[in-house]
């Protein structure tokens, strides 16, 4: 969702995901971990996403969350007993960010977000995790700089 919005307003970006990668001089760089994988300190995050952990992810996740920066912003998923157990922990000057299921209606099995300004904006997403990945993209992509606005204009398009 992430890469999708950033590619909808042509922002410059790099990323790293289990299956391809795409690395140059961008300011931003979107790295999704493999399951299982045990090293990303090569890259210096700024914002962590903590969502959907399993026990075994959780040591390096909890490295990860340790070595964010002064400044930093950990957004974690305060539904999943883990990653809140690790997005909770106090770090001196750390942005601590929990996030749920982003709000939402369901008529005629279409479901339909709604944002703070009660407007709202259908979509083509409808599971619980996809949902609650559609909060977590939102407050990272208002971290640099996507406006809620623009976020609901685009996620509209996202299948």
Do not use: C, W
Request: proline share 4%.
């Amino acid at each position: 969702m992430v890469l999708f919005v950033l590619n909808y307003f042509k922002r410059k970006f790099d990323y790293v995901t289990p299956t391809k990668e795409k690395i140059s001089t961008a300011a931003v760089i979107v790295i999704e971990p493999a399951k299982g994988a045990n090293d990303y300190s090569a890259y210096n995050h700024h914002i962590l996403i903590i969502s959907q952990l399993s026990a075994e992810d959780k040591p390096i996740i909890s490295k990860l969350a340790n070595a964010t920066p002064k400044s930093g912003t950990i957004i974690y998923d305060d539904t999943n007993p883990l990653a809140r157990e690790i997005g909770k922990v106090e770090r001196a000057d750390i942005f601590l960010n929990p996030y749920a299921s982003a709000k939402h209606e369901v008529s005629d099995g279409k479901v339909t977000l709604i944002s703070g300004g009660n407007e709202k904006f259908p979509i083509h997403l409808s599971s619980t995790d996809d949902l609650k990945n559609v909060s977590a993209a939102k407050e990272l992509l208002k971290k640099i700089g996507i406006s809620s606005a623009q976020f609901y204009k685009a996620i509209a398009s996202f299948q």
